[in-house]
């Protein structure tokens, strides 16, 4: 599996022949767009910086839309969406996503802004080997709330996102400070079930593609 970041909530999650787009932003955001050709799109609240289902529709591809809850299997890929609630500019509704592929769990919570999860919820989540959050405030979790909840999880690795370009600027900061790690960020996560041995809710950071 390999994970790069777009900026903002933008993920591209490549494994074999398959690619996923979480979040893409669209060409009416104020932030940057990039395109590229995804099998599966995953949008978790309606609103410009994040439904750009248009911009990973590239060559050959065209691809499966996901936008809300409920239950889905796509060429192999198992995905449940559960609703939950945003409060990021006029956006209130937001679905937090699990997908299962190659023998992994990721949790991608989107733009959430409720710091403690319904018991069902979390009992529907199952066991997560890498969990996306966002922490920068303004509509999302802030980085105390954000790690609070992450490590309340238990994933193997925490992935933060919505900062930077989107959110509070000194977000990043804030939430390594409450994580006690100062990780060096990387291009891009190349990960393989056994890379996940031993890892207890350890933070990754990706620089985003867009800088």
């Not at 410009?48 to 889905?72: C, L, M, R």
């Not at 699990?98 to 710091?115: H, K, P, W």
């Not at 018991?119 to 066991?127: F, G, I, K, Q």
């Amino acid at each position: 599996m390999i994970i790069t970041y777009m900026g903002a909530e933008f993920f591209k999650v490549q494994f074999g022949d398959i690619t996923l787009a979480f979040n893409p932003i669209s060409k009416d955001s104020s932030l940057k767009p990039l395109r590229f050709g995804a099998d599966v799109v995953l949008v978790s609240a309606y609103h410009q910086d994040f439904n750009g289902i248009d911009q990973v529709a590239h060559g050959d591809k065209t691809p499966f839309n996901i936008s809300g809850p409920g239950e889905y299997e796509v060429k192999g890929v198992f995905i449940k969406g559960l609703p939950s609630q945003s409060g990021y500019d006029g956006a209130n509704m937001n679905t937090i996503y699990t997908v299962s592929l190659e023998n992994m769990n990721i949790c991608f919570l989107g733009a959430l802004n409720v710091a403690e999860l319904p018991a069902a919820t979390v009992e529907a989540l199952d066991e997560i080997d890498i969990l996306f959050v966002p922490i920068g405030g303004e509509g999302v979790l802030e980085p105390a709330k954000a790690y609070k909840l992450a490590v309340s999880l238990e994933p193997k690795l925490i992935i933060p996102m919505h900062y930077g370009d989107i959110g509070s600027k000194d977000a990043l900061k804030a939430f390594l400070k409450e994580a006690g790690e100062n990780p060096s960020p990387v291009a891009k996560l190349t990960l393989k079930k056994k890379d996940l041995e031993g890892k207890e809710a350890d933070v990754v950071v990706l620089e985003s593609s867009r800088e």
